[in-house]
């Protein structure tokens, strides 16, 4: 999985000042500045832009939008695919990691298609992953009405992760800021976004582990601002087009390599006739002429790509991280987190501290990955260390397990004898305010990558996030409790009969990851995760 990826990067770059000097050091070509543009206007008579209006009440256009989640993988990838072939005008995207399997490479051959019609096709992908993906990437830019731009590349353009690190070793400071947001955007009326990059394990499509994670499909006031952090990155000094970066060939080369390889992309994706909330899919509602969503005011919380130049006082203001904890710092009854990687630290720890929570009230409430499920085992080693302190602070941890998900239909689609792994990014604050985004609560995300998030004012969508992501969520997870002598962590499973079943050793602990951490944590930083 591609946070066990993250976990090898990261083992390699402490060990790549060792070797740097054998293996020297790549640089990136010259820049050559490249035409800036922005997103279409949003009043633009666009099909889209004509059922986004319809699907929201007259009046106060500028202040309200409508929402709709998307829990179910095959849900949440086919609106992509929907709105892709409903596009007149323009499709913005921006992924972390776009990978060339099944999902991915059926995402790039919509966008294909889409530029063929004359749709305008603007795509920024991370760098980090993309090593090796040249052909694809370069071949989709190759396309008449497509630009592909990367975000902070690096000079190697191989397929091996650890070869490209170590060429960049001198230069780490910069290639370990990454761009962790995920946005899609359709004609400037309609996005989606959320915590799934474009990928097989998180739609579902993995044989070996899928993510549960969540998307919000957005109409209304919050579009043109996700638009705007989009165009911000799109004409930031930190991407470069892909086609001064890949090696040299001509447009008919690229384009007949790419067609060749998106023909591999297999049979659709499929999703079922009603999700777990019961709606139907976005194409069919596209093709109704209207979209069943709630109707609430938002915010957009954005880093700047300016992070990726460093972590400054002035980019901390206005961080992802640091309003999302505002938040969290003025809930008055209830904070409820959904986060795969999470990694407190002494400021989340006096924030959990000063909440004043008990056991008995639950003021905040944590669902994250047990060390079963989890895909990036040094991370949760991190998190493990503050474990017994969160719950002795009265936390209520739930831990999800990596079989306990396959007794649930709850969890957004089929695991099958697929690892169940916990991958959205979410919270709820007194049943009210709900952030979904990119942003996991961890150093790394608080430092280094850039994110994104919504957050919704809604008591209703409020409701059933925590509804989805916590009682739900919960009946596949391992409740935390402190042992009666209160010195260790006790883990309870609810078994299929509905028994119960108290674990007093760590569930999927071996000795190989004690190993790993023995060996490896010393060596990486904390905010690293």
Not at 47 to 69: E, K, M, Q, T, Y
Not at 85 to 92: L, W
Not at 136 to 145: E, Q, T
């Amino acid at each position: 999985m591609h946070g066990a990826r993250r976990s090898r990067q990261l083992v390699w770059v402490a060990l790549a000042a060792l070797v740097a000097l054998l293996a020297g050091c790549a640089q990136l070509p010259p820049v050559r500045p490249d035409a800036p543009s922005s997103a279409i206007q949003p009043g633009a008579q666009t099909r889209l832009g004509a059922i986004a209006r319809d699907s929201l009440p007259a009046g106060d256009a500028a202040v309200i939008s409508g929402f709709r989640l998307l829990p179910e993988g095959g849900t949440a990838f086919n609106a992509r695919i929907a709105l892709t072939r409903n596009a007149q005008q323009s499709v913005d995207a921006m992924y972390y990691l776009i990978a060339s399997d099944r999902v991915g490479l059926q995402f790039l051959r919509e966008l294909r298609d889409a530029a063929a019609r004359g749709v305008r096709v603007r795509l920024i992908v991370d760098d980090i992953y993309a090593g090796g993906e040249d052909p694809l990437l370069a071949g989709l830019a190759a396309f008449p009405n497509v630009e592909v731009r990367l975000f902070n590349p690096l000079p190697s353009r191989s397929s091996s992760l650890v070869w490209r690190v170590l060429r960049s070793a001198d230069d780490f400071e910069r290639i370990n800021r990454r761009m962790h947001n995920k946005l899609f955007v359709a004609d400037n009326a309609v996005s989606v976004s959320g915590g799934r990059n474009m990928a097989n394990p998180y739609f579902m499509q993995s044989r070996e582990a899928n993510f549960i994670d969540l998307d919000v499909l957005s109409t209304g006031a919050v579009v043109p601002k996700l638009s705007a952090v989009f165009d911000s990155f799109w004409n930031s000094p930190q991407v470069r087009p892909v086609d001064q970066l890949a090696a040299p060939a001509s447009a008919a080369e690229r384009r007949a390599r790419f067609d060749a390889l998106v023909a591999q992309a297999g049979e659709p994706v499929t999703e079922r006739p009603r999700d777990i909330l019961g709606a139907v899919p976005v194409a069919q509602q596209l093709a109704a002429g209207r979209l069943v969503q709630t109707i609430a005011t938002a915010r957009v919380f954005a880093d700047s790509p300016a992070k990726a130049l460093g972590f400054t006082p002035a980019v901390a203001e206005v961080s992802v991280n640091h309003q999302t904890m505002a938040l969290f710092a003025e809930a008055r009854e209830q904070v409820r987190i959904v986060s795969p990687y999470f990694i407190p630290g002494e400021r989340g720890m006096a924030m959990m501290r000063k909440a004043g929570a008990t056991q008995a009230n639950g003021r905040i409430v944590l669902v994250t990955n047990s060390l079963g499920s989890t895909d990036e085992p040094l991370a949760y080693a991190e998190y493990a260390k503050y474990r017994k302190a969160m719950l002795e602070a009265g936390v209520q941890i739930f831990e999800l397990g990596p079989e306990l998900s396959r007794m649930t239909d709850d969890l957004g689609g089929a695991f099958h004898q697929s690892i169940s792994r916990l991958h959205a990014k979410v919270a709820v604050i007194d049943e009210r305010l709900v952030f979904i985004g990119s942003m996991n609560l961890d150093g790394r995300s608080a430092l280094e990558n850039t994110e994104i998030g919504v957050v919704i004012d809604s008591h209703e969508i409020a409701y059933t996030v925590a509804d989805l992501l916590g009682q739900r969520l919960a009946a596949g997870a391992y409740r935390l409790r402190l042992s009666p002598e209160g010195n260790h962590t006790e883990w309870i499973a609810t078994e299929a009969d509905g028994s119960q079943k108290i674990h007093r050793v760590e569930p999927g602990d071996d000795w190989r990851y004690r190993l790993q951490f023995w060996l490896l944590l010393p060596l990486v930083n904390q905010d690293l995760f």
